[in-house]
């Protein structure tokens, strides 16, 4: 048996005996400190002239290389992100380092904290990029061309996580290799998260439509969602930083991108007797692995600890036999007063054959996970065993159905919408923002509930081919948990109680209530999937508000914690220290 990255390798090239050990290898940055953050090993840096990158077979083993060192860094993606918001928390049956990560108490021992492993990524793709011969050609085509636009994309995707767990940091774009190297890149002042968005959206903004690599299906896996697509990462730089108009284009395009389309789909989870007006059972064909169409990107992990890297995930959070069923990390209460705040409203047809509405009851329901939206409860379960109380197992069996141990996912379509729809109502289209929660978007919802100035003014960036998007393939995020949200005259755009002087006074009045609006979509869509503290953190940078983070972070048990509450009243604790 093999690593995952020799077994791509050979499927590719047939070369497995032939290939040299990886060149990249002889870079890991030995990141141990906060003083030695750029510190290298120099007992592993090799000659440069030693590690050209010339070959097709070196330019493959040195990307799934850099995929590699990707794995160490995919699961603090999502615990990071989860851990510390409002939706999730840790058991009595957590290590101390998970523990930290809820109680913000991350010191520089803690397991996760690893900001080398960043930065290994980092030189990596330093390296690649400046040792690859980008210009070589071969049969009239660029040999390296997709190896080199995925390369840009890894690197740029890393540096937005590194701000984002970081905050300021040096930004180093070339490769490290020796000691004076080391010291001058400590010595870099650091650089601001818009600053560093900023700087990577002019890097790959030019590679929107280079064709990133095709290496056929590897053990099931399908290679092409390795890579990061590019007009999806922009869309998220550009959202950090600010340039909502660019992001909700680059996001736009790549959903509607007419070649490739992504249309919602119209899964669900949904009460399966309407009509009896029951609701005591339900369906779902919701699908949140890597192996779904849902997924655009997910980062490939070791299916052995023996080879490389296995993701915790699964672990951490379920019920299984490898932690005797105890899992390390359970919602809260406030994730259960968020799902049951929505409304679940279902279309049932009447004896007369007219149609109906009617809202599922928020009482007297199996259990309470089935309150309002049904993500929640079609994705978490939770039950207590008839095991023996001396068994050494726990009696608590847990399962949330969003993780497996074959990837990590960074991309998928849902959330994707919601993040354009953020970028919409930030641009000044709260309409149309709106109009992806409740209704999706197709020709003839954006001619029928987005007013003409809008639909005007928005032009291209709210059009969406009418025989790839229809009403057969498309529906509004929110229903997805929450029933026919199409149909819900509870669901509505914020409206001020009196008519405003302008058009433009209307919707200032509007885009902080629906920006509010997508950000609790967020939640019930990505719960446990690592984005909330994030979105709730970028929130908060944009209104200059701390308290839009700390407050639901400080109410994860239901009444507001005043130590936590105060602890993220500062900005500064957001962040590890490095």
Known sequence: MQTLKHRITSHIW???GMLTFLPLGGLGWALTSCSDLMDTDS????????????????????????????????DRTVLLGELRSDLTTTTASASKDLKAIANFTIDEQNAYNRISDYYAVINNCNYFLKFINKDLV??????????????????????????????????????????IESENAMNLSPKSITEICNYFIDDIKDYVDTKLPVYGQINDMNSQKFFIPVRAL???????AGRYNEAATYYHDYLALRTDPHPTSTSTASWADVRTKE??????????????????????????????IKSQLNDIFNSTSINQDFASAKPTQRMYQLSAASNYCALYTKVDGSQDTIYAPKVNLEKSEYIGDLR??????????????????????????KFNSAGVTLYRTSMLYLRYAEALNRAGFPQTAFAILKYGL???????????????????????DGDNFT????????SRGSGRADCDTLYKIPLPTTTLATRADTVAYQIPLVEDMIINEMALEGAFEGYRFYDLMRVALRRNDAAYLAAPVSLRNGTRDETLFSILSDRSNWYLKK
């Open 234 to 240: 922009l869309g998220d730089l550009c959202l950090w």
């Open 43 to 74: 007992e592993l840096v090799e000659n440069l002239e030693d590690n050209t990158l010339q070959h097709p077979t070196d330019s493959v083993y040195s990307v799934m290389g850099i995929i590699y060192k990707m794995q160490a860094i995919a």
């Open 376 to 401: 929640f409860g079609t994705t978490y379960s939770y039950r207590i065993s008839n095991k023996d109380r001396f068994a050494r197992t726990s009696n608590e069996i847990q399962s949330i159905d």
């Open 138 to 179: 071969k049969n009239d085509r660029k040999v390296f061309e997709a190896e080199y636009a995925a390369v840009k994309a890894f690197r740029a995707w890393t540096y937005l996580q590194l701000a984002l767990v970081y905050g300021n940091v040096p930004l180093v774009t070339e490769p490290v290799l020796t000691e």
């Open 279 to 308: 609701f005591r059972s339900f369906r779902s064909s919701l699908s949140y692995g890597y192996n779904n169409s849902e997924c655009l990107c997910y980062i490939p992990m070791e299916s052995n600890e023996f080879y490389g």
């Open 14 to 16: 047939g070369l497995a």
């Open 471 to 478: 009403i057969e393939n498309t529906q509004g995020i929110h």
């Open 442 to 464: 197709y020709a003839d919802i954006i001619q029928k509930q987005i007013d003409d100035y809008e639909r005007a003014t928005g032009g291209s960036l709210i059009s969406f």
